[in-house]
């Protein structure tokens, strides 16, 4: 599976910006896309993941201001991010996983990055 992300830019505080990860392909393995992301000088982080049946989770600093969701016809997942502060700068980065009963994630496609500049 590769994974095509669009959507990155600048912005101001405030502002909003929406994220898209296309997936080309197909494994059966895979029933999980989120996004992560990585500011300079900080270890990557999970954003916002969905399953395929629709469960989400969410990191705590981007709870009520973003949303994830997807189109399963288009396998595609958007990454809706509202209310944007600085401190969500960032490259954001479009993954396809399989999650476990567990709750755990295999991470094993990654998209390119795709900036993400929020000014003050």
């Known amino acids: 599976v590769q994974l095509q992300a669009s959507g990155g830019g600048l912005v101001q505080a405030g502002g909003s910006l929406r994220l898209s990860c296309a997936a080309i392909?197909?494994?059966?393995?895979?029933?999980?896309m989120g996004w992560h992301r990585q500011a300079s000088g900080k270890q990557r982080e999970l954003v916002a993941d969905?399953?395929?049946?629709?469960?989400?989770n969410y990191a705590d600093s981007v709870k009520g201001r973003f949303t994830i969701s997807r189109d399963n016809a288009k396998k595609t997942v958007y990454l809706q991010m509202n209310s944007l502060e600085p401190e969500d700068t960032a490259v954001y980065y479009c993954?396809?996983?399989?999650?476990?009963?567990?709750?755990?994630?295999?991470?094993?496609?990654w998209g390119q990055g795709t900036l993400v500049t929020v000014s003050s």
């Open positions: 993954a396809a996983g399989y999650r476990f009963s567990n709750g755990g994630t295999s991470w094993t496609n």
């Open positions: 392909g197909s494994r059966f393995s895979i029933n999980c």
């Open positions: 969905i399953t395929t049946g629709g469960s989400t």
